[in-house]
């Protein structure tokens, strides 16, 4: 039987989602939980990945498990299972699906946002600090500009084992309240680290260190060297992840 689970994490202790040797992971933490509530051994397939430090409002895995009589889709075992895990990660949902529905694989989208503020902040720890004049809206002429790319190579952290660097990239934009900026994109795909050398990127073209010519110039170039720094993990969220309608309701 295949379930699917909604979850959301706050990703500041984790080395991102997925289990790795030797590192905290959202993935490994999840999985011993699980395990360990269900007595069998849990091993779930996540819709995508997060690097360290990144946080995800809303995240969808899959796991196979034989039928045992345990209601893992009940409203009572969710209960028992947010009490057993740590604080930072909360499951919403879990629920039945056909055992071809992939969570990775079906998944047709995923949005981002990065959250950056102009002015210090003492209750604002999950956003960028960043004290400098910004030109949103040449940011945001340059942003339009990676919706017409596909190799995103430039945006990509160097010795991955992705196969293809190609996104196909459907919004970005920067809007702006008082002093908090934030950066939307959403795209079918996405590379490690990729968002946050757009932004660190397009900060620069906000900056006038960076021309809108020498943003597209950077996309072409297909080398990351070319583009400007990573911002820090802790501004950016995972804040949808999306399916084909009628695959199932959240």
């Given at each position: 039987?295949?379930?699917?689970?909604?979850?959301?994490?706050?990703?500041?202790?984790?080395?991102?989602w997925?289990?790795?040797?030797?590192?905290?992971?959202?993935?490994?933490e999840?999985?011993?939980c699980?395990?360990?509530?269900?007595?069998q051994?849990?091993?779930?397939?996540?819709?995508?990945?997060?690097?360290?430090?990144?946080h995800?409002?809303?995240?969808?895995?899959?796991f196979?498990?034989?039928?045992d009589?345990n209601?893992?889709?009940?409203e009572?075992?969710?209960?028992?299972l947010?009490?057993?895990?740590?604080?930072?990660?909360?499951?919403?949902?879990?629920?039945?699906?056909?055992?071809?529905?992939?969570?990775?694989?079906?998944?047709?989208?995923?949005?981002?946002?990065?959250?950056?503020?102009?002015?210090?902040d003492?209750?604002?720890p999950?956003?960028?600090?960043f004290?400098?004049?910004?030109e949103i809206?040449?940011?945001?002429?340059?942003?339009?500009?990676?919706?017409n790319?596909a190799?995103f190579?430039?945006?990509?952290k160097?010795?991955?084992?992705?196969?293809?660097?190609?996104?196909?990239?459907?919004y970005?934009?920067?809007s702006?309240?008082?002093?908090?900026?934030?950066?939307?994109?959403?795209a079918?795909?996405?590379?490690?680290n990729m968002?946050?050398?757009?932004v660190?990127?397009?900060?620069?073209?906000?900056?006038?260190?960076?021309?809108?010519a020498?943003f597209?110039?950077?996309?072409?170039?297909?080398?990351?060297n070319?583009?400007?720094?990573s911002?820090?993990?802790?501004?950016?969220?995972?804040?949808?992840?999306s399916?084909?309608?009628?695959?199932?309701?959240?």
């Amino acid at each position: 039987m295949r379930y699917f689970i909604h979850l959301a994490y706050n990703g500041l202790a984790y080395h991102g989602w997925q289990r790795q040797e030797n590192a905290h992971t959202v993935q490994a933490e999840l999985e011993k939980c699980l395990s360990l509530k269900m007595g069998q051994t849990i091993s779930l397939v996540g819709c995508g990945r997060t690097d360290t430090g990144v946080h995800a409002r809303s995240f969808f895995a899959h796991f196979d498990i034989e039928p045992d009589g345990n209601e893992v889709d009940s409203e009572n075992f969710l209960i028992q299972l947010n009490r057993f895990l740590p604080p930072d990660i909360v499951v919403y949902r879990i629920f039945k699906v056909p055992d071809e529905l992939h969570a990775r694989f079906d998944a047709f989208s995923r949005r981002y946002r990065y959250f950056l503020h102009t002015k210090k902040d003492a209750f604002n720890p999950f956003s960028y600090y960043f004290p400098y004049n910004l030109e949103i809206d040449r940011m945001n002429i340059a942003a339009q500009i990676l919706l017409n790319h596909a190799d995103f190579t430039s945006f990509s952290k160097l010795h991955t084992q992705t196969q293809t660097n190609n996104c196909k990239i459907e919004y970005a934009s920067w809007s702006q309240c008082n002093h908090q900026l934030v950066f939307e994109i959403t795209a079918d795909r996405f590379l490690r680290n990729m968002v946050r050398a757009i932004v660190g990127s397009l900060i620069e073209v906000g900056l006038l260190k960076r021309s809108i010519a020498d943003f597209e110039a950077l996309i072409l170039a297909k080398n990351r060297n070319a583009a400007g720094y990573s911002v820090p993990a802790h501004a950016l969220f995972l804040e949808e992840v999306s399916y084909p309608a009628g695959l199932f309701k959240v």
